[in-house]
């Protein structure tokens, strides 16, 4: 089904759910190395473009996910469980490998099936993909590297916990290649942590950034977290200090939500009310532009030039294939010709909106988890160009069992083409910057007449502003983008 954005974001995964040079050392797929997985091999090996009259596929990402924690917050609706024994790290980093080899033969062959797509970031999220020691990590980096080209420079983000991290580690997590570090720092009031059930202190934050500093990472985020429990503007004010005290190169910023099958759902807290939580982020925002952060996204706050370019790959609505417990991959099954429908509203979907047809879904949609390359092959051939979205099985110990094979993919299904402009502005909306029509037009393959018509009303009500062929929110459709994205929901 598909889910509305909202402006109460949290952090970034590919379910619906983006930096310097890579180190350089111990066989890391680094720039400037040669060998299987290095930049170099990499920009030799870069696809080659799309054939003559077909427009080129998107970029391509990666995101592989980690799905223990040290225990979980009562806030945490992710796939993510507590640890009761020792992770057997080998045996999750070869069943990831074996995953990955399955999304390649299904998913990131190019056009002529012979070479493999190009990967422009790498995210390990999680879960505490910190748990993993750095040589695990490196060993599933060289893995990722031996399988496919990496771009020049590629940024490889690392989830970490403040409290779970030593420094020694974080040297040894830049040499296996990780360039980006994200931080869940949440909060610098310690007693706000402990309502949130983190297992670190202000100071175990502060201890880590330092860490990661002397180990060499300038790339740095940190998560911060607004709306908690009897917080105050002034309260939030404090916690943004805290943060840019630290001087990372992005930021961000996130509001508490209470999500279903978690632990506040059952015991809510007492919340701060909706307009308070509109203070505190016009606080916020603003505190982090004069600080020399500007807001590209509604969570997203980064530094000149420091934009993570792994979730800017899902807003601009990029591909990206998704390994591990749980993860979800969006891909473009195959470049083709401009489509056109006839002038009018948006066409109807056939399956509904975000369901998919029963008729005509892959196997997999229907939840047998047997979603195989002969049917990927064959829904390429009957619809070049879709887009489909797929998932992995979320249960540890069942994705272990079965990772590589088709019974790790829990589902998949095709985004209907009726849904493709709706879902290309869920996320390009997003975006304080907006996006060229031209952008627009490669992802949804209406042609530009189509688009704006959709977009007459939010544009006449300067909701959506269009200038230079390119569209963004003004302010009000900023602070309106779920009611804008409601208004352009296809039928
Ligand atoms: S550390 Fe992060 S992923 Fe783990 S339970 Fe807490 S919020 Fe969820």
Not at 310 to 329: P, Q
């Amino acid at each position: 089904m598909t889910r509305l954005p909202t402006q109460k974001s949290r952090r970034i995964r590919p379910t619906a759910p983006p930096k310097p040079t890579v180190a350089g050392k111990s066989g890391a797929p680094a720039a400037g190395k040669s060998g299987p997985g290095s930049a170099a091999a990499a920009a030799a090996t870069v696809a080659p473009a799309s054939p003559p009259g077909r427009p080129a596929r998107p970029p391509l990402a990666l995101y592989a996910h980690f799905p223990w924690c040290v225990k979980k917050c009562p806030y945490c609706d992710f796939n993510s469980h507590p640890l009761r024994a020792a992770i057997d790290q080998d045996a999750y980093i070869d069943a990831l490998l074996r995953d990955l080899d399955g999304d390649i033969a299904r998913y990131a062959l190019n056009e002529s099936g012979r070479r493999k797509r190009q990967l422009a970031a790498i995210f390990l999220g999680g879960g505490t993909p910190s748990l993993f020691s750095a040589a695990a990590i490196g060993r599933l980096l060289r893995g990722i590297g031996d399988r496919l080209p990496l771009a020049r420079g590629i940024e490889i983000t690392l989830e970490a916990n403040p409290g779970g991290v030593e420094h020694d580690d974080f040297a040894a997590y830049r040499a296996a290649g990780v360039n980006r570090l994200s931080l869940g720092a949440q909060s610098f009031e310690d007693a706000q942590l402990a309502k949130l059930g983190r297992i670190h202190s202000a100071d175990d934050t502060r201890r880590a950034v330092a860490a990661a500093r002397a180990a060499g990472f300038d790339n740095l985020n940190l998560d911060l977290m607004h709306g908690l429990p009897g917080q105050t503007t002034a309260d939030a004010g404090r916690d943004l200090d805290a943060a840019l005290a630290l001087a990372p190169a992005h930021l961000s910023l996130y509001q508490l939500t209470i999500e279903p099958h978690t632990a506040f759902h059952r015991r809510p807290p007492r919340l701060p009310n909706a307009d308070r939580i509109l203070d505190m982020q016009r606080a916020l925002t603003a505190g982090a532009a004069r600080a020399g952060y500007r807001r590209y996204e509604v969570s997203s706050y980064a530094r000149p030039g420091m934009r993570c370019r792994h979730n800017l790959n899902y807003w601009r609505f990029g591909d990206y294939l998704g390994i591990g417990a749980g993860a979800h991959g969006k891909i473009t099954v195959g470049a083709a010709a401009p489509r056109q429908f006839p002038p009018g509203p948006l066409p109807p979907t056939s399956g509904g909106r975000g369901k998919p047809d029963a008729g005509t879904a892959p196997a997999a949609e229907r939840g047998d988890g047997n979603f195989s390359a002969a049917d990927h092959a064959s829904s390429a051939q009957k619809n070049p160009g879709a887009v489909q979205r797929y998932w992995k099985i979320r249960h540890p110990g069942r994705y272990l069992a079965t990772a590589g094979g088709p019974r790790a993919l829990a589902g998949a299904r095709p985004i209907a083409d009726a849904d493709l402009l709706f879902e290309f502005l869920m996320n390009a909306l997003r975006l304080t910057d907006g996006f060229p029509l031209s952008l627009a037009r490669a992802r949804t393959r209406l042609p530009t007449a189509e688009i704006t018509a959709a977009l007459a009303n939010p544009v006449n009500r300067r909701w959506l502003l269009l200038n230079h062929h390119r569209i963004r929110c003004s302010a009000t459709g900023y602070r309106l983008l779920n009611e804008i994205l409601q208004e352009l929901l296809p039928e």
